[in-house]
């Protein structure tokens, strides 16, 4: 190029510029081009275009893509992804596949928007031939979704090809063969055969693994299990849709027949676990023999084991609860019915021997037994009797046993024949009422003792166990003494208190009969006779009461008598000492302090047999108040002295007075004088030759006392006394602060005897002081030994005074 | 810059031949002997490969010196001092005027004339 010069190349840029341009037509030129000739017509109705719009095709040319699109993809194609996979608008494909559809002659079928040919499903049916030939039975549903297909289609399908590619039968959607029935039959019958217990037709097939079999045209397990059992292969029942083998039902039976054998009953409850399901009706049934009962039904032999029971019970003379006889679980009601026909009691009733009795429903009781039990019952209404007649004996302010209010179980634990509770509680407890036993149950106690300032209902009426009935207290108070002990023992011998009575003998009894009434029923059999014997016995001591009463009386009315000419004695030994006015009042203080109390607590003992006679009650009981009477405190007689009549309180109270503050026992005798008189008993003046008598005799007493003994300062008490009546012929009662005073008196007649007396006295002082020290000194030790060697002649001294006492000189006498 | 163009220009622009010569009007002999003569060259060339193509979007002529260029094109003018001078300095003396209407004028032109006609600063004659 660059030998051209530059004129040639400019001609070349014109020349190049000049010439003309190569002509071309892009896509669009030619699509409009086309366009165009659709437009005019040129190119006929047939023709279509892509989805790309750059293709061109007829629609000869589509329907044959189609067909060969829809084998390439095994037959079944949908027309959406036909149209992707052509490139031609769906419109058209449609078109397309319904026009070849049409002209197919059902070669080729649109179902759902898919293409489906033939072929295809020829194949779908030889498949469905394999699995029926693999399991036997094919669902169509089963085919359906499996192939994604609608039913009827596939109905259809497999309909069309029976008997030719598929070989089986068509029931109800369920494709079948021959054989896969005979398999389900034999495996139904396998399963009834192998069953031992009742089994659900149901469940039979579900543990087989066949719920569908039941759906299968032409099976019934209800139908092949009658061909079954009519062919002999089967034993065994079908009903209500279950299969009971009859192996299954002999065992049952068997189980039956060996618990009635081995039990000796079976209750009708567990017949239903037998497989008897009518329980009574099929038990009678089957054991014909056996008694049947409300519970169950019951072997012979266990009335045998229910006699030999009862025949060592009654033996043995005690008592047997059947229900622990008959078989467990029976009702209470079932026990007796077999105790009826007990040949053991019905022998003993037709006899009339009536060896046994039959409480409590369950219960036998041997009639020994009964006899043992009512004697001790008997006995604990006699021990009633007393305690509860010694308890109306007490004074109105002693107590009531346990009045803190015990519980009926430890009173009645109390009221034992050995030791009846109320005798008990009134030795123990004795300063507090004894009415408060009844009170105590509510937690009170009340005092008594305000009625006996009444005076005229001087009785001790106990209160009556409730405070409510007023009404009830009123017409207690107006009872008897009698009627009242009556009632209280009556209380210890209710029907609860008795009941645990004989739990108490017969411990094994608790809980024992139906409802645990046996001992209720014993206590209310024995009470009757228990009460009688009560009645018996309170007649029995009230009557016998009296007679020792009498007794008692006079020996109180002596022992006053004897103390009264004491006290006159004695105060006129007192009187001799008059001179002196501190040694006299000393030795009346002294004399009324003792002699005077004694003959206070006789008189008061008195008044209380007296009192106690009104209000008759026992001797013996009254007898062991007098004999502790010396011993009573103060507070007893107040009580008691509450209680009297009212002229004798008021001589017991003022003799009671002058007794505890009075130093005159001149008043003070004349004070218990009039309390005797108050009694009845008329006091006699001590004349000068009883009183002589009675010196003697106390001087002989003191002298034997005197000899035998070897204390000296005992020995001095004893002599000075002796002394005196050598020298005034005067008894008197010289207390030990008073022993000094009387010895110096004495001193002036005893001559040459007085200096060893008063010596005497004075070393019984020192030694009795050098005995009080901590320590014995030497001189404490000298005047024992000296003691010792006086000590006979203080005796001589003292007991020569004998023939002085029997010739007295003449002396002033007071009296 | 070189991004904006399409790439039918950048095969358009490739099959230019490619100028050697360093000179100009003012370099009267190495001018008129050789750089006037491979412009001419390369014009010619791109006017056929238009031709060929039936893209051919210009005309254009010189006096005797190449000194003066003028023609038409379909639609606008190009400058080219401002633009076009980083591509002219980065491919001297390679590019000459056959490249600057390839590169400078058409793309400018294809993008143009769509938007004056548009706005109806143009209109077509028909």
């Avoid at chain 1, 001591?541 to 004695?569: D, T, V, Y």
């Avoid at chain 2, 490619?18 to 002999?29: E, V, Y």
């Avoid at chain 2, 400058?79 to 001297?92: D, E, G, Q, R, Y």
Wanted: aromatic share 4%; net charge negative; hydrophobic share 40%.
């Amino acid at each position: 190029m660059e030998d051209f010069s530059l004129e040639d190349l400019q001609a070349a840029l014109a020349s190049a510029q000049a010439q003309k341009s190569t002509i071309r037509l892009s896509e669009r030129n030619v699509v409009e081009l086309v366009s165009k000739l659709q437009q005019l017509g040129l190119l006929g109705d047939s023709l279509l275009h892509s989805t790309s719009g750059k293709e061109y095709l007829t629609v000869e040319h589509l329907r044959r893509e189609l067909l060969e699109a829809v084998e390439e993809a095994g037959g079944r194609e949908s027309l959406i992804e036909l149209a992707g996979q052509l490139g031609v608008d769906i419109v058209h494909c449609q078109q397309e596949a319904t026009a070849a559809v049409k002209e197919s002659r059902g070669a080729l079928l649109e179902v759902h928007g898919q293409l489906i040919t033939a072929s295809y499903l020829d194949g779908l049916a030889s498949e469905v031939q394999e699995s029926l030939q693999e399991m036997g039975c094919v669902r169509l549903g089963d085919v359906a979704r499996r192939f994604s297909l609608n039913t009827d289609l596939v109905t259809s399908t497999i309909t069309a090809r029976l008997g030719s590619s598929i070989h089986g039968k068509l029931d109800q959607q369920l494709l079948y063969t021959a054989a896969h029935m005979r398999r389900i039959k034999a495996r139904v019958r396998g399963a009834l055969a192998g069953a031992t217990f009742p089994i659900a037709a149901s469940t039979l097939l579900k543990e087989l693994g066949l719920e569908g079999a039941g759906a299968l045209p032409g099976f019934s397990i209800s139908s092949l299990v009658e061909e079954l059992l009519a062919e002999g292969q089967l034993r065994g029942s079908y009903k209500a849709s279950t299969w009971t083998p009859a192996i299954y039902q002999e065992a049952q039976q068997a189980a039956l027949h060996r618990t009635y054998n081995q039990d000796g009953y079976v209750r009708y409850e567990e017949a239903a676990s037998f497989g008897a399901a009518s329980g009574k009706a099929h038990l009678q049934a089957a054991f014909p023999e056996g008694i049947a009962l409300d519970a169950g039904i019951v072997s012979p032999s266990v009335i045998d084991h229910i006699d030999a029971g009862l025949d060592e019970a009654l033996s043995n003379s005690s008592w047997v609860d059947a229900s622990t006889l008959a078989p467990p679980l029976l009702l209470s009601s079932d026990v007796e019915q077999l105790l009826s026909r007990s040949a053991s009691l019905s022998k003993g009733q037709q006899a009339g021997t009536h060896a046994a009795v039959h409480l409590a429903g369950t219960c036998v009781v041997s009639s020994a037994l009964l006899d043992t039990l009512q004697g001790k019952a008997n006995a604990l209404a006699e021990e009633a009797a007393k305690s509860t007649q010694q308890m109306l004996l007490k004074p109105a302010g002693a107590s009531q046993p346990d009045a803190a209010g015990p519980s009926p179980a430890s009173r009645q634990r109390e009221c034992s024949p050995t030791t009846p509770p109320i005798a008990k509680a009134s030795k123990d407890v004795p300063d507090d009422d004894w009415e408060s036993d009844v009170k105590g149950k509510r937690g009170s106690k009340r005092k008594s003792g305000k009625k006996g300032g009444k005076g005229s209902n001087p009785s001790p009426s106990p209160e009556p166990p409730s405070a409510a009935s007023k009404s009830s207290t009123a017409a207690r108070s107006k009872q008897t003494p009698a009627q009242q002990a009556k009632d209280m023992a009556a209380k210890q011998l209710s029907l609860a208190a008795l009941q645990q009575q004989v739990l108490e003998w017969q411990p094994d009894m608790e809980a024992a009969g139906s409802e645990a009434q046996l001992a209720s029923e014993l206590a209310a059999r024995l009470r009757p006779a228990a009460l009688a014997e009560l009645d018996k016995a309170l007649s029995r001591l009230f009557a016998s009461g009296n007679e020792s009463r009498k007794q008692l009386k006079a020996q109180l009315l002596s022992k006053a008598e004897s103390e009264m000419q004491q006290l006159q004695m004695f105060g006129h030994g007192c009187d001799a000492c008059s001179a002196d006015e501190e040694l006299y009042t000393a030795l009346q203080r002294h004399l009324v302090r003792s002699t005077g109390q004694e003959l206070l607590d006789l008189l008061l003992s008195y008044h209380e047999a007296m009192y106690q006679d009104q209000m008759g009650m026992s001797a013996a009981t009254s007898k062991q108040e007098h004999e502790s009477s010396s011993s009573r405190p103060a507070a007893e007689w107040v009580q008691l002295i509450q209680q009297l009549p009212e002229d004798a309180s008021t001589a017991a109270a003022s003799a009671m007075q002058s007794v505890q503050s009075s130093s005159d026992w001149q008043a003070c005798s004349a004070q218990l004088e009039a309390l005797s008189e108050a009694a009845g008993l008329r006091a006699r003046k001590l004349d000068k030759k009883a009183e002589r008598s009675l010196v003697h005799l106390h001087c002989k007493a003191l002298q034997e006392q005197l000899q035998s003994e070897e204390n000296p300062p005992a020995a001095l008490s004893l002599a000075v006394p002796l002394l005196f009546i050598r020298v005034h012929h005067k008894a008197l009662l010289v207390p030990g602060r008073c022993l000094l005073g009387i010895c110096q008196r004495l001193s002036a007649s005893l001559d040459e005897h007085a200096t060893f007396l008063l010596e005497f006295h004075d070393l019984v002082v020192a030694s009795l002081k050098g005995q009080g020290a901590s320590t014995t000194t030497a001189s404490a030790g000298t005047c024992d030994e000296k003691l010792q060697q006086q000590l006979p002649r203080l005796k001589v001294l003292a007991a020569s005074s004998d023939s002085i006492v029997q010739q007295p000189p003449s002396i002033s006498n007071t009296l | 810059m070189a991004e904006s163009w399409d790439s039918g220009t950048k095969e358009a622009v490739k099959q230019i031949p490619l100028l050697t010569s360093i000179a100009g009007p003012r370099d009267k002999q190495e001018w008129q002997e050789k750089r006037l003569k491979q412009e001419l060259q390369s014009l010619i060339k791109y006017i056929q490969l238009n031709k060929q193509t039936d893209s051919d979007w210009f005309t254009i002529t010189s006096n005797k010196d190449g000194t003066h260029w003028s023609g038409k094109c379909w639609g606008g003018k190009i400058c080219l001092t401002v633009h076009f001078k980083p591509l002219w300095a980065k491919n001297s003396p390679h590019f000459g005027i056959a490249h600057a209407l390839c590169l400078g004028l058409a793309p400018w032109l294809a993008a143009e004339i769509p938007y004056m006609i548009g706005e109806g600063a143009i209109k077509v004659k028909s």
